[in-house]
């Protein structure tokens, strides 16, 4: 099957600095990832769309500034966190779709995520 | 915004005993998806049903969809202490049905 990496699986910074996180499709070509976050013992919530080679499509309610998107590649998305501060920990995940024969009615193949904890 | 409302939002059984979650959705769909994230870890796809089934087994589980009622449900029979975790449903939604939209999710404790 299709395998989605991230990277890092956890990272704690200082208030203020931004964090990097990776996500990769290992074995297939994603046209699209999806990023989400999830707060404890809430469900995930969508918070931006991004196509390769195009600008990422955010949710209502999610700062484009302060959370950078970047698909430059059909197996990388990198999701930045700029000037993160405590509000901003999150567990973060993506998820990617190739639209093509792996992907039947749109599956998604999802990272294992990434906790970051802001101090 | 979330597509989905589940029931029970927590549940806790005894091993061995059968293990109930709903899910209803609002619009349209082709696609109703089940996924299981134990705490803290990504999510793990467990089934995914099309538009056109009503029911679909996968070992121990068997997920039914009524699109009349825009509900689905997901059963775990014979449960076992490694089910704990937390279930959630996801729909496809926006143009082209790319996005994936998640439930409110149950949180499912299975005592040995």
């Known amino acids: 099957g299709a395998v989605v990496s991230q990277h890092p699986s956890r990272v704690i910074c200082k208030s203020g600095t931004s964090v990097k996180i990776e996500c990769r499709s290992l074995?297939?070509?994603?046209?699209?990832m999806f990023w989400y976050r999830q707060f404890p013992k809430q469900s995930l919530m969508l918070m931006a769309t991004s196509n390769e080679g195009s600008k990422a499509t955010y949710e209502q309610g999610v700062e484009k500034d302060k959370f950078l998107i970047n698909h430059a590649s059909l197996t990388l998305s990198t999701l930045t966190v700029t000037s993160a501060h405590p509000e901003d920990s999150s567990f973060y995940i993506c998820s990617a779709t190739s639209g093509g024969a792996l992907s039947s009615y749109n599956e998604q193949f999802f990272g294992p995520g990434t906790r970051l904890t802001v101090l | 915004s979330q597509q989905g409302e589940e029931d029970p939002q927590a549940l806790s059984i005894q091993e061995g005993e059968n293990a109930t979650m709903n899910c209803s959705y609002k619009t349209s769909i082709n696609n109703l998806q089940w996924y299981r994230q134990n705490s803290g870890r990504g999510l793990v796809h467990l089934i995914l049903?099309?538009?056109?089934?009503r029911e679909k087994h996968s070992g121990r589980l068997r997920v039914t969809l009524d699109t009349s009622k825009k509900s689905s449900s997901l059963l775990i029979t014979a449960s076992r202490a490694a089910d704990t975790a937390s279930y959630f449903c996801?729909?496809?939604?926006?143009?082209?049905?790319?996005?994936?939209?998640f439930g409110a999710g149950t949180r499912l404790f299975v005592k040995a």
């Open positions: 049903i099309r538009s056109n089934e």
């Open positions: 074995d297939f070509q994603a046209t699209t």
């Open positions: 996801a729909t496809p939604q926006g143009t082209g049905g790319f996005k994936t939209i």
